[in-house]
């Protein structure tokens, strides 16, 4: 697998999984203190999002990180 390709995933995962949560970038941003663009970036799968935010964004929507990271690997190889 691609890295580029697992990052696009996570960001999708981590996109559904805000989604699934019934919040909004808005909401994520106000409760995060995250700015809007980093939580879009983060949802559009880059590669340089640091790991303290993406932990952050993944306790924020309710899902382990670690639960992402194996949602997005296990999508990507099957």
Same mark, same amino acid.
């Given at each position: 697998?691609?890295? #580029?390709?697992?990052?696009? *995933? $996570?960001?999708?995962?981590?996109?559904?999984?805000?989604m699934a %949560?019934? +919040?909004?970038?808005?909401?994520?941003? #106000?409760?995060?203190?995250? *700015? $809007?663009?980093?939580?879009?970036?983060?949802?559009?799968?880059? %590669?340089? +999002?640091?790991?303290?935010?993406?932990?952050?964004?993944?306790?924020?929507?309710?899902?382990?990180?670690?639960?992402?990271?194996?949602?997005?690997?296990?999508?990507?190889?099957?």
């Amino acid at each position: 697998m691609k890295w #580029e390709t697992f990052f696009k *995933s $996570l960001g999708i995962e981590l996109r559904l999984a805000r989604m699934a %949560a019934g +919040l909004t970038r808005e909401d994520v941003s #106000e409760i995060t203190k995250l *700015s $809007l663009t980093a939580i879009e970036t983060a949802e559009q799968g880059a %590669a340089d +999002l640091e790991l303290s935010n993406f932990v952050l964004l993944s306790h924020t929507v309710g899902v382990n990180p670690k639960e992402l990271m194996k949602r997005a690997y296990n999508k990507r190889t099957s």
